[in-house]
């Protein structure tokens, strides 16, 4: 059964950095696409980045970008999310996803059509 788990939320400052860890288990890691999605109170689920189960294309969403970096290691079943300069406007519970399909695209949107495997999110709040 394809699951996935995040780790490494937390609480910082604004300007500062965090790194989130997707762990999956269940399923043929590396031939799946995988990516990390928010969700801010009252607000919708939203892409933040997408990677390609080769770990050779990314897909940067407009929430996010040029403040994060994705990057998986296939020999470690995990997925990484490396946010910088972090903004209040930020705080949100972060979902890592899954594509239930092998040899995807690469692309948060098509993932989503999907829809995703969800993990169960972790929490990042940042404080002005």
Not at 34 to 46: H, L, T, V, Y
Request: glycine letters at 12%; hydrophobic letters at 30%; a negative charge.
């Amino acid at each position: 059964q394809l699951q996935v788990m995040e780790s490494g939320g937390g609480s910082v400052q604004a300007g500062g950095s965090l790194k989130l860890t997707c762990t999956g288990s269940g399923f043929p890691f590396d031939e799946h696409d995988m990516g990390w999605f928010r969700q801010a109170p009252g607000k919708g689920r939203e892409a933040v980045a997408c990677i390609k189960w080769s770990g050779t294309d990314t897909d940067y969403e407009d929430a996010m970008l040029g403040r994060v970096t994705i990057s998986r290691d296939n020999t470690q079943n995990t997925i990484s999310l490396q946010m910088f300069n972090l903004k209040p406007e930020d705080t949100a519970m972060y979902y890592c996803a899954a594509d239930p399909v092998r040899y995807g695209l690469g692309y948060c949107s098509v993932m989503l059509r999907k829809p995703p495997v969800w993990g169960q999110g972790t929490q990042v709040t940042v404080s002005s």
